[in-house]
């Protein structure tokens, strides 16, 4: 039985799933699947060179399901949720993780990874179209926290005719990349004051800002957020937080 709530539609077009692993590009290294569900995903994975495979998977039934098809020494199955799952306690110094991602949660879990930068230098998930078109043109705070620390690229189109049962949404796989970039250290307040620079889109800038962090950044009080580049976010951020 396939459950709503947890946003299970699985994929089902060998095509597609040999292209998604394919783009994946993965070596001998350690791997996080989230959101396995029946494995169709992750019996590829494991005909890749990987050194360990970490499932994440919030489903018990759907666990107890992996527990019995999968059985290869380098699988490592949690019963767990996605969106708060600390990384840190597996112990690894490099992940790059994979995901037909559950789409009712799929902020949540893209905003998880960001806090957990320091381990994972790549990404490569499964969204709704209209939330990845989102996320790379820097229209809220969650995609502007993305690009600081990512480089995104749109990998690829899905429709849903690939899923059963096929979401009422496209779907798009993207390639998230770590940037050189550790000149922001405390990402819980880097997240307040995009979410507060982002609120009440259309006000100009000088009903948020102190006048003199504008002047001191070389932004006119007059613009929007949605003028902004990214440059211009850490550089109010940095001059803000000083
Ligand atoms: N990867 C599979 C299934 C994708 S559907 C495939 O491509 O066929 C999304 C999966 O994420 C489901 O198995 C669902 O149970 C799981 N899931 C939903 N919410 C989750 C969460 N918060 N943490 C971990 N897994 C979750």
Redesign the pocket.
């Known amino acids: 039985m396939l459950?709503k709530k947890?946003?299970?539609?699985?994929?089902v077009s060998s095509g597609v799933l040999d292209r998604l692993v394919e783009l994946a590009e993965i070596k001998e290294e350690v791997v996080v699947e989230?959101?396995?569900?029946?494995g169709?995903?992750t019996k590829r994975l494991l005909n890749t060179p990987l050194k360990r495979l970490y499932l994440?998977?919030?489903?018990p039934e759907?666990v107890e399901k992996l527990k019995v098809s999968l059985n290869d020494p380098r699988v490592v199955i949690f019963q767990?949720?996605?969106?708060t799952f600390d990384f840190n306690t597996l112990n690894e110094k490099e992940l790059k993780l994979i995901?037909?991602?559950?789409y009712n949660?799929a902020s949540l879990i893209i905003e998880n990874t960001i806090y957990h930068k320091h381990l994972i230098y790549q990404a490569f998930y499964m969204v709704q179209k209209e939330v990845a078109e989102r996320l790379i043109q820097q229209k809220s705070w969650l995609s502007v926290f993305v690009n600081t620390f990512y480089q995104l690229e749109y990998l690829m189109s899905i429709p849903p005719r690939f899923f059963v049962p096929p979401p009422k949404v496209n779907s798009a796989y993207l390639k998230f990349t770590r940037k050189n970039f550790d000149e922001i250290k405390d990402l819980k307040r880097y997240k307040s004051f995009l979410v507060q620079i982002f609120s009440q889109k259309r006000k100009m800038l000088k009903h948020k800002v102190p006048p003199e962090i504008l002047e001191k950044a070389s932004i006119l009080p007059q613009k929007r957020v949605e003028e902004l580049n990214l440059l211009d976010f850490i550089t109010l951020y940095q001059i803000w937080v000083q």
């Open positions: 459950k947890w946003g299970q539609h699985l994929l989230i959101g396995p569900g029946t169709n995903l994440l998977e919030i489903d759907m767990t949720d996605a969106t995901g037909n991602l559950p949660v």
